[in-house]
């Protein structure tokens, strides 16, 4: 059993050490980061938060199962039709769901596929190979529909 005091001692060791790992850790991390993101993928990033794709559409991982994952999109289509979905005055359809017509101008198309092109080429330490073409809520609901 431990006395008073060295229970004490522990405690502030310990807590030491673990903050003293933590913030290794952090500067370990903040260098594996590019923080200087070009000026177009910078805007591209803006109009993801600020329209909130992420809302309907899921990358890298994060976001909603309603919408496709975009984490590598222009593997799977091109860039022609991706700016065309982008840039659509009128709301489009695919398998049922509806994507909102922003009416993103040509500058801010190109913006957000600059945005998709710089998230295609990030090391995804293998969550590119699993298979995110279509959600997988939509996967057992195209499932049921087959049968």
Not at 15 to 35: D, M, N, P
Not at 41 to 60: D, F, P, Q, S, Y
């Amino acid at each position: 059993m431990l006395t008073k005091q060295q229970a004490k001692l522990f405690f502030l060791v310990g807590t030491f050490v673990t903050f003293a790992v933590f913030i290794g850790l952090t500067i370990y991390s903040l260098r594996q980061v590019q923080t200087n993101l070009p000026e177009d993928v910078a805007r591209g990033k803006h109009l993801w938060e600020k329209n909130n794709c992420m809302g309907c559409h899921t990358i890298l991982g994060e976001g909603a199962y309603y919408a496709p994952e975009l984490t590598n999109v222009l593997k799977r289509r091109d860039v022609n039709f991706v700016k065309g979905v982008l840039m659509s005055e009128k709301p489009w359809d695919l398998h049922g769901r509806k994507m909102v017509a922003y009416g993103f101008n040509e500058q801010q198309a190109n913006d957000l596929i600059a945005f998709f092109k710089w998230v295609g080429t990030l090391n995804l330490n293998g969550f590119e190979k699993v298979d995110r073409t279509v959600s997988p809520l939509a996967k057992d609901r195209m499932k049921d529909q087959s049968n």
